[in-house]
């Protein structure tokens, strides 16, 4: 007859076995019936990405708009990653290269309408075009018909008054840090030991932005700031034998300020102050006399030009809004799926 008993080394061997299973089961090769294998983790809303700055910039659009001021067209040149610092992988730049992108939406929420000058790869492409008269602007021009070709006429672009050029020039690592670790427990080697640790420290990151007069290239505002960034850890930890059983805890916390939030705080701030010099804005109080929402265009998320007169149900306030058009968050959405 066959000996049936397991051995303690074969009942780990079991048990490993049933957990592969059960985890197998959480990602398999095989398709589910939606198409996928697997479904991603998380399920957190589209949110506004906003700065400390994000409110004043907003405010600046609606006193514009009360005081009926005709603002000036603003293009964004480059502002490029001076620091030369790379992470030490080759994985990248440790700071955003879209500091241009960032002063854009700046602008938008300024309410200051925008010249496109950063990309223009496809409106060059279709100013070929249409110049070799291969573009309609009809909505379904017959395949084997010619279509009235889209007019090149003199002055169709508009020019810009003034643009931003500038660049993020400092990243400075560890400013100042300090920690403490402390250790205790009996001094027998079975004995319970613990370790708590705390630690943080400060960085920095700044920037260097002027604005220029298209027509003169003359340089009508200098601006230049740094912001600090802070980063704390926390950690304890026990080890102790207990009957014969080895334990090992430990939990920890740390949090980094984001710094590529930190030089878009950066380019708001600069934005804030040279579009108060080009509205003419007295200060900070001027905000008081206005309904922060009265322009329904403008808002925390950027600024547009309407298409239709949709203004009350899509506006900036709307646009700021987590739970619209998210089917798992919006009824509307949702009832129709």
Not at 275 to 292: E, F, I, Q, R, V
């Amino acid at each position: 007859m066959t000996d049936q008993r397991i051995l303690p080394g074969g009942r780990t061997v079991a048990l490993l076995a049933v957990a592969s299973l059960v985890l197998s089961g959480c990602a398999t090769p095989i398709a589910g019936s939606a198409g996928n294998y697997a479904t991603p983790t998380g399920s957190a809303p589209v949110t506004p990405n906003p700065t400390p700055y994000s409110a004043a910039l907003v405010c600046m659009a609606g006193y514009a708009r009360n005081a009926k001021l005709v603002a000036p067209r603003i293009a964004i040149g480059r502002i490029a990653d001076y620091t030369g610092k790379a992470e030490a992988d080759g994985s990248g730049r440790k700071i955003t290269q879209g500091a241009s992108l960032m002063a854009m939406s700046a602008f938008a929420k300024a309410g200051m309408p925008l010249v496109e000058r950063f990309d223009t790869s496809v409106s060059e492409l279709e100013l070929r075009y249409a110049n070799n008269k291969l573009i309609s602007d009809e909505p379904n021009p017959a395949p084997d018909k010619a279509a009235e070709y889209r007019r090149i006429l003199a002055g169709q672009v508009p020019g810009s008054d003034f643009y931003v050029a500038g660049g993020v020039t400092e990243l400075n690592f560890n400013i100042r840090s300090s920690g403490v670790d402390i250790s205790g427990g009996g001094v027998k080697s079975t004995a319970a030991k613990g370790v708590l640790r705390s630690r943080y420290m400060v960085m920095n990151v700044g920037l260097d932005l002027r604005l220029i007069n298209t027509r003169t290239l003359e340089v009508v505002d200098v601006i230049s700031y740094q912001k600090q960034v802070v980063g704390r850890e926390i950690g304890a930890g026990l080890f102790d034998f207990m009957d014969g059983n080895v334990f090992d805890i430990s939990a920890g916390a740390g949090a980094l300020e984001p710094m590529q939030l930190a030089v878009r705080s950066l380019v708001e701030r600069a934005v804030v102050e040279m579009t108060a010099n080009l509205y003419g804005m007295p200060g900070p109080k001027a905000c008081l006399s206005y309904d922060p929402l009265g322009d329904g265009s403008v808002g925390i998320t950027g600024g547009y030009i309407p298409a239709y007169n949709n203004l009350d149900s899509n506006n900036a306030k709307t646009r700021a809004d987590p739970s619209r058009w998210n089917d798992r968050r919006d009824r509307s959405v949702r009832s129709r799926y």
